[in-house]
């Protein structure tokens, strides 16, 4: 229940129900309260839900750890050189790396302060500080780091386990399913992350852990076969279903493409990619073609498995509320990388947004959403959706929602804040290089424009900055380098300060130079040529 429209969101307390017994402030990010078996729901109704998931842009800070695991017993201390320029790969963005490490290892890791303005880049000191076994391992790691290797990874790899790096998400997908029966079968354990499992034997046989990657592979063979399928959709449709979000989003996981394709029949949705992934879209597209929605939230595998049964059961009630909130049913199963959603179209949009919203209570290390201006979608997928695919290749799931311009993000903490962290430079960097204005009216538009498009060529010219008007719907988008929208920001907002918010004859004819009835070309005043 929430106390208000606005602020904090109280819940009752009602022991053994499931029902968070304290306060969350929406939109800053934190909660607090007595976290017991029978705490974990989220706070529904009123402003929305307690939790780290409101407000802002959504790339702030979740804190962070700091120091390694106590150690009981006698403690060592070795020191390493490294060279300055490396350090920073040790402590990760943000100090994950170290944190990590530091969990992992039971040592303390101590690097040196920061080297000082002027000083000459050379080797620095780390000490490692732990018992003897655990400091060797923590070396190993750190030389792992070094190379560029995930911590986990490599202290895996000392463990002795069998490693499957650059999974799929929809082979992960299916390996989560079948991850059971590969362990009865083989007789190993399976840890799967966001792109790549870890194989250990039970008894410590190697070739076991080789065999059972072998397994892996034949049972992934089918799903990982590229083949093509047309789909039929409505003409009237057909818009609608190719741009539909969860369809976008399979594309961008998976390599998948989707194009609009004629055939006898009529017209259709051409899909290439993974024989399993079109098998998604298909059904997809059938939902759509029936007036029903369809969307995915993707989970880091055994995300959910990990879960106490009493945070299970308690996740579970919230999922119950969700559904009877929104009427879209909602499914996840213990062991998939994904919750799946249906309903219609409206339905499947907020039990979306309210799910994630939900997984980002319970897991708050392991998961997080970027809300985005929209304007920047574009610029954060990059050129070809080159900038998205380097942020799924970082051992988390990341999924843009170009739609409703959120970023999902879940794996372990420190690929969480590794791609959090590149989300937050590259929108700093897209301030400073893009403006984004919305006018009042046409009028403003061709004002910009000029006649036949002279004002705004000579705005491009003398600016260096790219400038796109949309007519339409009255916006003006700027880009360039950051001196350059900076001075095309200052022209554009003189013109349209002088054409005001009319059409008729004077549109188009403002001068940014002396804010005359006439364009830059023509002032006396000499103006910028035409």
Known sequence: LCSGADAFCTSLVMKGTGVYAGKGKVGNGTKSGSHGSSAASYCAGGAGYSGKCGGGRGFGGKGGGGGGKSVMGPKDEEVIEVDDRDIGRIIGKGGGTIRELQDLTGCRIITPERRADGEEPGLRVVRIQGPRDAIVRCKEAINGVLMGDDPRDVIAEIDGAVLMKNIDPMSMGHLAKIKGQIEQDQGVALDLDARSVRIWAKDGNREKSIAAREAIEEAMEDITTVDTLTVPVPGHLVNQVINDSALRQ???????????????????????????????????????????????????????????????????RDLAFLMQKTGAHVEIIEGSNRANIQGGPE????????????????????????????????????????????????????????????????????????????????????????????????????????????????????????????????????????????????????????????????????????????????????????
């Open 250 to 316: 399979l594309q961008d996981q998976t390599g998948l493409t989707a194009n609009v394709a004629k055939t006898d029949e009529g017209t259709g949705i051409r899909l290439t990619g993974l024989s399993g992934a079109i098998q998604e879209a298909k059904a997809i597209i059938e939902r759509r073609n029936q007036g029903e929605g369809a969307a995915f939230v993707p989970l880091m595998p055994g995300l959910v498995s990990r879960m106490t049964p009493n945070n299970f059961a308690d996740l579970q």
């Open 347 to 530: 339905q499947v949009r907020e039990a979306k947004a309210e799910l994630i919203q939900v997984l980002c209570y319970h897991f708050p290390r392991e998961c997080d959403v970027v809300n985005l201006p929209p304007e920047s979608v574009d610029w954060i997928a990059g050129e070809d959706d080159r900038e998205l695919m380097r942020l799924q290749s970082q051992g988390a799931v990341a999924a843009l929602d170009r739609a409703a311009a959120t970023m999902w993000i879940c794996g372990n903490q420190r690929s969480v804040e590794m791609i959090r962290n590149r989300i937050r430079n590259s929108l700093q960097r897209w301030d400073r290089e893009h403006f984004f204005l919305k006018l009042a009216s046409q009028g403003q538009c061709f004002a910009i424009i000029g006649r036949g498009g002279a004002s705004i060529r000579e705005l491009q010219s003398s600016t260096g900055a790219r400038i796109d008007v949309d007519t339409n719907h009255c916006t003006v988008m700027i880009a360039g380098k950051e001196e350059s929208v900076r001075e095309a920001k200052r022209r554009v907002l003189e013109i349209t300060s002088g054409a005001g918010g009319g059409k008729g004859d004077s549109a188009g004819r403002s001068c940014y130079s002396c804010g005359g009835d006439h364009l830059a070309r023509d002032c006396p005043r000499g103006g910028a040529g035409g």
